[in-house]
């Protein structure tokens, strides 16, 4: 059974910094890309950003580019957010997600949509006060 479980949210004041992260068990973790998406209430989930399985290459929505930073631990099955310059609008429920497919060529074209991904954690809420 594939388990996500994301961890390190909370409440952080504007310009603050926060690092989720994102245990993974039930499959080998080193052979998918991995990604982290957002909901905020009322509102879609967005992406945020996404790393290949290699960890050779990462991807990050404009609204989060130059703050956040996306890695991955493959020895520890863990990937991890690092949040910087947090604001207001970051405010959100955060999940991790598994790409379906193992070591895809992936453009962030794929792994942006979360059709992309067969596996999601249960979120962690961030929030950020002005």
């Known amino acids: 059974q594939v388990q996500l479980v994301e961890s390190g949210g909370g409440l952080v004041q504007a310009g603050g910094s926060l690092r989720l992260s994102c245990i993974v068990s039930?499959?080998?973790?080193?052979?998918?890309?991995m990604g982290w998406f957002r909901q905020a209430p009322g509102k879609e989930r967005e992406f945020v950003a996404a790393?290949?399985?290699?960890?050779?290459?990462?991807y990050y929505a404009d609204s989060v580019k130059g703050r956040f930073t996306i890695s991955r631990d493959n020895a520890k099955n863990t990937q991890y957010l690092q949040m910087n310059g947090l604001k207001p609008e970051d405010t959100a429920v955060y999940y991790c997600?598994?790409?379906?497919?193992?070591?895809?060529?992936?453009?962030?074209?794929?792994?942006?949509?979360?059709?992309?991904?067969?596996?999601w954690g249960q979120g962690t809420q961030v929030t950020v006060s002005s």
């Open positions: 997600a598994s790409d379906r497919r193992p070591r895809t060529i992936a453009t962030i074209n794929y792994l942006s949509r979360t059709f992309s991904y067969d596996y």
């Open positions: 039930g499959r080998t973790f080193s052979s998918y890309a």
């Open positions: 790393i290949t399985w290699n960890g050779g290459t990462t």
